[in-house]
């Protein structure tokens, strides 16, 4: 086990001493403000995998934190609330909207993949706006959470906790496998050097893709989790915004790194909450908290290049 | 359908398109040029819509407002060239677009502290708000007119400078070879902030333009500005030519989608299906219409020769 894997390991100790510590402290906001942190997590590593691995510049990640949302609040609103069914959609509807958007995106590269990608997310945001039965522009309410036929509650905070903390874990787990497995090893190649990939005989074409599907396979999960997490879905979810703060998550935390995603939405949430809700900050600084977060988020692009997973001991080279 | 409207709707696509133009050509120059991807264009435009309504509000000259606006925004876009984007040259387009995300959130938030959340409404000046007799009963507003108008010169003032003249001839040589440019003794420095000062400009002359006819509001740049990059990958990327017809494709889908689209579904499919499908459908067309040009050429209608 390398130094960096032990921190990694120290972290999600951490993480899952959150509840009982919480709880002795009667302050259930942190378990909450966790859950959240570890949710974007899970949506930071899916991007981690195309954008730090395979070199793709995915600006509409968002979309499928949207799709993977509006699976489960479509289904819940026609009346079926079995979780198993409603996160398989999430999940499969997110993967079919990959492959079609991917088809098309993955076969260019450079700015015309970051324009498109967000061109396409731009567009099932409309969708979302446009479609009343669903709530338009509004959104809609999540009036049950997804069920698991008793098996757990997300109605109890600590077992939700626990169930995303699971997520996290696996899909840690998971994307470092795909990434040390010989198809993470071709992806990596053609982030590296696409002319050499090609020069031995390996079209980029379709592991670019494969990787484009999986990724959003896996933030649909994320976005299915966020519905229950709110309880609430809106277009919102799937806006430009939150596309580039998915972006900036992976390099704040440091970019093809496997903890890098959970530190940098673990970065990105804490420092909004810090600067819109900590009491020491004067006032024109809470109000006006954007205005702040653009310019720290200016400076660590131009001065902070290897992230926080940079600061981390252990060897840099994973 | 009548045909009054269809030209009304027409002109009001042309007019979208030439708006459009004006963001995309800045956009395009800026990324043909120095390699770089500016989210914070959009910034731009909101920046010259407030700065001319401000102005215009202040000293009660339209005219004097459209000047000063135009040249706030110049003002304001070389300052971000010098501060930030300057050092963004050299990096990766992953670095530019976090960066220039970073400066919207900055932007949007200082117009908000600057002139609030709501929006704000420009008047017309008596003289611009009239109606044309264009045919028949066909009447249409004065100064729509007026911004095709502005945005066709602004376009053949662009082709003129850009093929023409001594800076277009540096413009297309720094597209093609910066390196060579600047090993011929050329100041690539003040080239790159000339260009961006004057795309800059281009996107507050959009600005500044909209503020009579949509709601002047902190965010009002981003709006248009995926809407402007839908136009630049169908043109191609870095062709003024692609921008401009690019533009003019996009304006024309999208108003005339708007228009008829749910109509045109009534009659053929049924009512219900027009009111169902029809306003969805036609704000996701331009966007169908960007994946069928990239599913044939990926590098847009209009791809730059030869240049890097």
Redesign the interface.
Known sequence: MTSRTATLMAILLLLAAVPPVAAYFAEPFYLDLLRRVMIFAIAAISLNLI?GYGGM?S?GHAAYLGIGAYAVGVLSHHGIDNGWLQWGVAIGASALVAAAIGS??V??S???F???T???T??LY??G???AEYGGDDGMRLKVRSQFSGLIDLNDPTAFYYLVFAILVLSLFLTRRIVDSRFGLVLRATRSNEARTRAIGLSPYPFRLTAFILSGALCGLAGALLANQTAFLTPEFMN??RS?EL??MV?LGGIATTAGPLLGAAGLLLLEDTLQGWSVLPKWVQE?W??Y??????LV??YA?RGLAGLLPGDKHE | MDFTLVVEQTLNGLQLGVMLFLLAAGLTLVFGIMNLVNLAHGSLYMVGAYLATWFYQLTGSFALALVLGLAGTLLVGVVVELVALRTLYERDHLDQVLATFGLILFFNELIAILWGRAAIYSTLPEFLSGHVQLAGNLRYPLYRLLIIGVGLAVALLLWFVVSKTRLGMLIRAGASNRAMVAALGVDIRLLYTIVFGFGAALAGLAGLLAGPIFAVQPGMGEMILIQVFVVIVIGGIGSIRGAFLGALIVGMVDTLGRAFLKPALSAVISPAAGDAAGPALASMLIYLLMAAVLAFRPEGLFPVRGGS
Do not use: D, K, N
């Not at chain 1, 977060?293 to 200016?298: C, F, P, Q």
């Open positions: 954008l510049v600006f098309i995106s076969r260019t450079g700015i015309y970051i324009m498109i967000l061109a396409f731009q567009m409309y969708l706006v446009s479609i430009w915004t580039g972006m900036f390099i006006h954007q205005l977060l653009g310019v720290i988020l200016v692009v131009l290049r």
